[in-house]
């Protein structure tokens, strides 16, 4: 397997994915019973995901932005083709990829600050909890509990489109997030 595979994921990406599962999972699981493992999970999360920013631009090839994010043309094109079940494989990640992972990326960014407002707003805790946060505490809940419904969302397309892609193209990506290996280009 391994001279007829290429290394596509570095380990720091591998542990920044695995490392978000684990703390979204975590602060989805504890909001209701354990705050504090709750509010940590969160900032758990927006570390990570300004680590992945910075990842993105000088990071190793197919973890940088610029690898994998492409024009609304080549993903319209990618989606009709994965429709018809004949996608172009892509070392990285493909183009309906590419965009889930700025969307995932966007969303998990709102959640976690709009968390961080929302301790303020409730608790005049955290970072924010000297501020007049209190103030739009209705509105700031309800944009927490919206996009966390839009992240259990698109989280469940993203995993649609893994194990898709997966079957397509016969290749086990859930394996290769994990190994940071793939097979070779055809």
């Known amino acids: 397997m391994i001279e007829d595979s ?36 969160g900032y758990a999360v927006l570390a990570l995901i300004a680590l992945r920013l910075l990842w993105g631009f000088v990071g190793t090839r197919h973890a940088r932005f610029a690898d994998f994010v492409a024009g609304p043309r080549r993903v319209s094109g990618y989606a009709r083709a994965m429709l018809r079940g004949t996608p172009p494989r892509s070392t990285g990640h493909n183009p309906l990829g590419g965009w889930m992972v700025l969307a995932l990326l966007t969303d998990l960014s709102i959640i976690a600050l709009s968390g961080v407002a929302l301790d303020a707003a409730e608790n005049r805790a955290g970072p924010l909890g000297g501020t007049r946060m209190f103030l739009y505490g209705d509105l700031i809940k309800h944009t927490h509990e919206i996009t966390t419904d839009l992240g259990l969302a698109l989280i469940a397309l993203h995993m649609l489109g893994v194990a898709g892609s997966s079957w397509l193209h016969r290749e086990n990506l859930v394996g290769a997030m994990i190994t940071g290996r793939k097979r070779k280009p055809d």
């Open 6 to 41: 290429i290394r596509v994921w570095d380990a720091f990406l591998r542990l920044f994915h695995w490392g978000l599962v684990l703390a979204f999972a975590l602060a989805y699981m504890s909001a209701e019973e354990h705050y504090g493992l709750h509010v940590w999970s």
